[in-house]
């Protein structure tokens, strides 16, 4: 979602290269090694998934900014080009019709039976100020009306993970962490034997997350429930990757959606046809923090974006830093030109769905 409160600002031969040569030049080619250590762990865990679908469950906030509505709509197309096979859309925001507006874009894109998890206990509930989520589920098709006809996304997070391959599935998260925190507290149950922890551990693969500015900053899905960041950045077993405040700032998309004339009838359109009017700042389009995590998170940060690795450090105010010398954390920072990831997220943007036989 948008984050609004942004703060300050390969190869195996390489790789086998002599200790003692590095060692004795440690300070000279310091940069170097890490270049090689992050640049084998993008081809090992954040490589392309060639001919492999990536399974993913996709958690938002979707409400407070439409950001993720660009993002739902990148995923599917992504799923519809034969990349992604999307497990679940669990909501972190509860405001009532949030399970309904999930699925009207699952509707949309011909997958109305995704299944959908909505926070039951304590959980943020804030909707769109600018009232295109209630426009949406007045004129498109919904089975779900209320997210009292939804699971707990707690409960469903256990059941798709106890039935998943070990080590098979990303989560990609653009919205609060108030689902992983409580997952990773849950405990054993019908679906598995596991506390949350360890299901987490086992079954998977990474953790792509919009979250936090870097290298240190503050950011809204951070801040607006910050005791689950910490506990999540924390306690988290898996790898994270970040696409940070500062990367999506500048990717500002929407536009050639909304003047696309072809386009009719659709919920995406309409939402950023609704919201990007109503502020002066996405004159240029939305900025697009949402749509470049779940890029990476189904195509790998290659070749859009480099990763610099470390561990993020999370406050209880919401605010971040960052330790260059820990591990399992990695966040993007720019590669290609800007204007050639706008391009290609407008475009991912711009897809119709496909249909079914």
């Known amino acids: 979602m948008g984050k609004r409160l942004a703060g300050n600002q390969r190869s195996t031969t390489f790789l086998t290269l002599s200790f003692t040569f590095i060692l004795n030049k440690v300070m000279q080619f310091r940069h170097l090694l890490l270049s090689c250590l992050f640049l084998g762990f993008t081809v090992s865990s954040f490589g392309q ?69 909505v926070p039951k206990g304590n959980a943020v509930s804030e909707a769109d100020w600018q009232h295109w989520s209630d426009t949406i589920l007045q004129r498109y098709p919904h089975a779900i009306k209320s997210n009292e006809e939804v699971p707990d996304a707690v409960t469903l997070y256990r059941k798709i993970l106890a039935g998943r391959p070990d080590k098979s599935v990303t989560i ?82 929407g536009l050639p959606l909304i003047h696309n004339q072809q386009i009719k009838n659709s919920p995406v359109k309409d939402a950023f046809s609704i919201a990007i009017p109503k502020a002066a700042e996405d004159a240029a389009g939305r900025m697009s923090w949402d749509q470049t995590a779940v890029l990476v998170a189904v195509t790998s940060p290659v070749p859009y974006f480099d990763v610099v690795p470390g561990r993020i450090i999370c406050y209880a105010s919401g605010s971040n830093d960052w330790d ?12 290609l030109p800007t204007a050639e990831v706008t391009d290609f997220i407008n475009y991912l943007m711009q897809h119709q769905p496909k249909k079914r036989k």
């Open 172 to 253: 990609v998260t653009v919205g609060f962490f108030t689902n992983l925190a409580n997952l990773l507290n849950s405990k054993p149950d019908t679906y598995s034997k596991l506390s949350g922890k360890e299901l987490v551990a086992r079954k998977v693969k990474q953790l792509v997350s919009m979250a936090g500015h870097f290298p240190k900053g503050r950011e809204f899905n951070v801040l607006r429930d910050s005791t689950a960041s910490v506990e999540v950045f924390q306690q988290w077993p898996t790898n994270i990757l970040f696409s940070g405040f500062e990367i999506g700032e500048k990717i500002k998309t």
């Open 324 to 335: 260059n010398n820990g591990s399992g954390h990695f966040y993007l920072i720019p590669k």
């Open 49 to 117: 998934h060639q001919n492999q679908k990536v399974d993913i469950i996709f958690d938002t906030d979707m409400g407070p900014d439409y950001d993720d509505v660009g993002a739902i709509t990148v995923l599917h197309a992504l799923a519809d080009s034969g990349k992604a096979n999307i497990l679940a859309t669990m909501a972190s925001n509860k405001y009532q019709g949030i399970a309904g507006v999930l699925n009207v874009f699952n509707t949309y894109f011909n997958r109305p039976g995704i299944p959908i998890g």
